[in-house]
């Protein structure tokens, strides 16, 4: 999952996208208004993280400008206000949902899965494809009750394919949503990572699961349709 966090200090901002990343999200900061919005326009995310106080162009203002593009991209407003009258004001121009700062990381985090499983991507705390399970809250995985160790980025990978389960996924919407903006397109990062997801998920004597479409993409299913 791609999150943008859009926040103006930079020590807050650091320690906020360490905290995530660690958790196998792929991060892109924005420290203004302006640059929130643009990367909004540019860039697919799966949640914004939005400081409301911010210079310039502020968190509402960011948060319409958005919403008036027509995203329905979920939106979590950070805020060092608890006041009700702009939790209203936040809900009104069009964030999901409101943290007052100081927050506890664990509290974010379970709002974030949340608002994420509102899309249709994570509908369920456990996704399961056969013998695969795979808990989106503590990022266990197993196979046939067998725990496969998975660092982030192949656990991020992994729990993407899984939530579009059947349907042929590119690489470019794979880049999007499982990298940030430091990725390189002209790398082979991706097959890369693929290589090794199947070699822990589709072990010996395991069904395969992973599948490539040549030219295509990946796709994670039970059985092949006319794939390789
Ligand atoms: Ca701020």
């Given at each position: 999952m791609r999150i943008l966090l859009v926040e103006d200090e930079p020590d807050a901002a650091a320690q906020l996208a360490r905290g995530l990343r660690d958790r196998a999200y792929a991060v892109d900061i924005a420290a203004d208004g302006n640059a929130a919005v643009e990367k909004a326009y540019v860039n697919s995310y799966d949640?914004?993280?939005l400081d409301l106080m911010l210079p310039g162009k502020d968190g509402m203002a960011v948060c319409r400008e958005i919403r008036g593009?027509?995203?329905a991209v979920p939106i979590l407003m950070l805020t060092a206000r608890g006041d009700t009258a702009s939790r209203i004001h936040g809900l009104d121009a069009g964030a999901d949902d409101y943290l007052a700062k100081p927050f506890d990381l664990d509290e974010l985090l379970a709002r974030m899965r949340a608002l994420l499983r509102r899309a249709?991507?994570?509908?369920?705390?456990v996704l399961r494809v056969d013998d695969l399970e795979i808990d989106t809250h503590s990022h266990v995985?197993?196979?046939?009750?067998?725990?496969?160790?998975?660092?982030?980025?192949?656990y991020a990978l992994l729990e993407y394919l899984a939530?579009?389960?059947g349907a042929v996924v590119g690489r470019e919407e794979i880049s999007e949503h499982v990298w940030d903006e430091a990725y390189d397109p002209f790398s082979n990062l991706i097959e890369v990572y693929m290589q090794r997801l199947r070699k822990k998920v589709d072990g010996e004597g395991a069904a395969r699961l992973l599948h490539t479409r040549r030219g295509e993409g990946?796709?994670?299913a039970r059985e092949e349709e006319g794939g390789d």
């Amino acid at each position: 999952m791609r999150i943008l966090l859009v926040e103006d200090e930079p020590d807050a901002a650091a320690q906020l996208a360490r905290g995530l990343r660690d958790r196998a999200y792929a991060v892109d900061i924005a420290a203004d208004g302006n640059a929130a919005v643009e990367k909004a326009y540019v860039n697919s995310y799966d949640l914004i993280l939005l400081d409301l106080m911010l210079p310039g162009k502020d968190g509402m203002a960011v948060c319409r400008e958005i919403r008036g593009a027509g995203s329905a991209v979920p939106i979590l407003m950070l805020t060092a206000r608890g006041d009700t009258a702009s939790r209203i004001h936040g809900l009104d121009a069009g964030a999901d949902d409101y943290l007052a700062k100081p927050f506890d990381l664990d509290e974010l985090l379970a709002r974030m899965r949340a608002l994420l499983r509102r899309a249709p991507v994570l509908r369920q705390t456990v996704l399961r494809v056969d013998d695969l399970e795979i808990d989106t809250h503590s990022h266990v995985v197993t196979r046939g009750g067998r725990v496969i160790a998975l660092t982030g980025k192949e656990y991020a990978l992994l729990e993407y394919l899984a939530g579009r389960e059947g349907a042929v996924v590119g690489r470019e919407e794979i880049s999007e949503h499982v990298w940030d903006e430091a990725y390189d397109p002209f790398s082979n990062l991706i097959e890369v990572y693929m290589q090794r997801l199947r070699k822990k998920v589709d072990g010996e004597g395991a069904a395969r699961l992973l599948h490539t479409r040549r030219g295509e993409g990946y796709r994670l299913a039970r059985e092949e349709e006319g794939g390789d």
